[in-house]
Structures are given as structure tokens and as C-alpha cells.
């Protein structure tokens, strides 16, 4: 079986300072872990993703993911974040090509000028 | 240019009404997913497809209905028996990485 807890459903920070969002999970076998963004009353789009390789991920727009096993962890950061990244963020967790895809309830991120 | 459709971006109707919801992909995926999403709720899966002419319910399938009869397109029907139907629709494609259409905002008054 398998899930995904993101730990805030919201989170603020100064434009300018780093940004974590932090995402927990469970699976049976080895999973694959993505990120996703929404702006509002958009449809998803990737961020990055861990598929077994390299456990430090970088995505699009400055953002990379580090994958910790031993903490069954993934969590989402950006060195500086700007205005556009305010937005919803979802983890999500699939164990392989088959199987069913869990989404994290979503971390709705505010940028405070 | 590839990439994922759905139409319209909003759509209003009176209850009691059925209403269907258009999704089309040129990606070439096999699989194709429709999801709901309400305020707080992350994304709830309502049926998907991974192969044509074949579907199945997920977590939140009553009130809706599906057809898959060409790989590019799975339309999704909302019927007078989903007792909620005001939200955001999601279509996506993709069994493993996901494509994400950009959602259709239905207002059932």
C-alpha cells in the first residue's frame, strides 16, 4: 500500500528566502515520488521527479527535491523564492508503472513581499 | 504541439441536468485519469482508463459516467445523481508521469 502526507497545507515566506515543503510517504516496493504545481484555476504541471537515480532532484524554476529513504522523506525546496511561486504544490507517489497514483493533499504556498 | 484538452474552461448548469465534460489528448498515452478537486481536498480520483474501450471507477465514481471509445478522448458525464457536482475537473493522461489538461470550473446552481 501506499500514501503520501504533505505536513502543511499552508506555508509563507519572505520573497527572497528559501522555501521548504515537506512531503512524508509510504510504499511497499521502491516508489517514484514527482512534484506538481497548480496557479490557480490551472491544471497541474511537473516540477521534477525521483525515478531510482540520482536522489538529489532538480526541477524546473529552481526547485530540486532531495529523496531519503531512511527518513521517507521528499521534500521540495528553492534556494530564493520570487512572487510566480506562489501557488499549490502536490506530492505524489506511485510505486511503478502499473500501479494506482496517490496525491498529497496539496501545500498552498504565499509569497509575503 | 502536443499536450492535453479539456473544454470548456467554465461551465454553468441548472441542477438536475447532465452535463459532459470534454478531454482530448494527442500524447499518444494509453491511460487517461479524471479527477475532482475541492477546496482543501487535494485531487480525488473519479474513473479512469488505460486502454480504449475499457474504464474503471475510482474513489469518488457516483453521479459520473465515462466512455473511451477513441484513444485520444474520455469524456466524462456528470449526471442529476451526483449530489455535488460544483468543481474543478481535472483531466490527465500518462500512467506514470501524468499530463495535466487545464481543468474545467463547473457551477451547478
Known amino acids: 500500500a501506499q500514501s503520501v502526507t504533505q505536513l502543511d497545507s499552508h506555508v509563507s515566506v519572505s520573497e527572497g528566502t528559501p522555501v521548504l515543503l515537506r512531503c512524508n510517504y509510504s510504499s511497499s516496493y521502491s516508489p517514484s515520488l514527482f512534484w506538481y504545481v497548480q496557479h490557480p484555476n490551472k491544471g497541474l504541471q511537473l516540477l521534477l521527479k525521483y525515478t531510482s537515480a540520482a536522489t538529489l532532484v532538480k526541477g524546473i524554476n529552481g526547485f530540486e527535491a532531495e529523496f531519503k529513504k531512511s527518513e521517507t522523506s521528499f521534500h521540495l525546496t528553492k534556494p530564493s523564492a520570487h512572487m510566480s511561486d506562489a501557488a499549490e504544490y502536490f506530492c505524489v507517489v506511485t510505486a511503478n508503472r502499473d500501479d494506482k497514483i496517490i496525491f498529497g493533499k496539496g501545500t498552498r504556498l504565499h509569497i509575503l513581499p | 504541439d502536443g499536450g492535453i484538452t479539456q473544454s470548456p474552461k467554465y461551465l454553468f448548469r441548472k441542477e438536475g441536468q447532465n452535463v459532459t465534460l470534454s478531454c482530448e489528448q494527442n500524447?499518444?498515452?494509453?491511460?487517461m485519469y479524471w479527477y475532482r478537486q475541492d477546496p482543501g481536498q487535494g485531487l480525488r480520483l473519479i474513473y479512469y482508463?488505460?486502454?480504449?474501450?475499457?474504464?474503471q471507477k475510482g474513489d469518488i465514481a457516483e453521479g459520473y459516467s465515462v466512455s473511451r471509445e477513441k484513444k485520444e478522448s474520455f469524456p466524462l458525464t456528470v449526471t442529476s445523481a451526483q449530489k455535488n457536482p460544483t468543481a474543478f475537473y481535472l483531466c490527465?493522461?500518462?500512467?506514470?508521469?501524468?499530463?495535466f489538461g487545464p481543468g474545467t470550473r463547473l457551477t451547478v446552481t
Open positions: 500524447l499518444n498515452h494509453d491511460a
Open positions: 490527465a493522461s500518462g500512467s506514470y508521469e501524468q499530463y
Open positions: 482508463s488505460q486502454i480504449v474501450n475499457d474504464f
